[in-house]
Structure formats: C-alpha cells, structure tokens
C-alpha cells in the first residue's frame, strides 16, 4: 500500500471525533501494524498545536504533540526542496501556504494525502486524494 500524507484537517478530525474520525482510526491502526506508511510535515503539525492551543492551552497542545510522536507517522521537516515544491502550489492556486506543504510531501513522496479539507480539490489533478 502505497505511503499516505495526513494534513492538519485529518488528525484534528481524530482528535475531535468529527466526520472522518473513523478513517484516521482505521489508518493510524493499519500504520501501527506497517502498512501504509503515515507521514506528517512538521508544517502541518504545527497547524495541530496551535488549533489545540488556540481552544485549549500550550500545555494541553504540547500534551497533543507527545501523544502524535507516539504514533506512527513519520514527521517530516521541511527542507528547501519541499519549501520550493510547497511555495509552488501557493502560486498556482488559492490555498493556504501550510496546506501547501501536505500537498507538496504528498507529491515528493508520490503519496496520496488524507484530508477533508476541500481547499485541495483545486490540487487534484497534481496530487492523489483520499477524502475524508
């Protein structure tokens, strides 16, 4: 199975048991046993703490973060090449410029990304999308 990139909209959708919750469960599960492979940029995870820490606290959104480096999704820092992949979708199309890094790991890694986010269905023809 192929690697699967999740955005910030898919694990906030598991923390908060909203539409979707379900669909990352199963992942997050499938990914503990090997398969597939779960990646993150850090970009994103970013977006998770300080969604988290907007509505919570630091403290409860660091507590967030511990329980995400427990899983297994691999965080990814965001080096030039998916910095300068990542600032390419932002000027081709109007999405947010963290969201522009899930699309760009996703497209690096020839991924297919897990969201239900539908800023990115204007990236469907560059990226594979599973929908949440």
């Not at 599960?29 to 977006?47: D, R, Y």
């Not at 979708?89 to 969201?99: P, Q």
């Not at 497209?107 to 969201?115: D, G, I, Q, Y």
């Amino acid at each position: 199975m192929a690697a699967r990139v999740l955005d910030s909209y898919a694990l906030m959708a598991f923390f908060e048991d909203e539409p979707g919750a379900d669909a990352v469960r199963n992942l997050l599960l499938k990914a503990e046993e090997g398969s597939p492979k779960l990646l993150m940029c850090v970009v994103n995870l970013g977006e998770v703490w300080y969604a988290i820490a907007r509505t919570n606290s630091a403290r409860v959104a660091d507590e967030y973060i511990q329980e995400v480096e427990g899983m297994a999704i691999e965080i990814v820092d965001a080096d030039w090449k998916l910095t300068r992949l990542a600032a390419e979708f932002k000027t081709s199309g109007n999405i947010a410029y963290a969201d522009c890094y899930a699309a760009a790991l996703a497209k690096s890694r020839k991924a297919e990304l897990v969201t239900g986010d539908r800023e990115f269905k204007t990236l469907e023809k560059e990226i594979r999308i599973d929908w949440l």
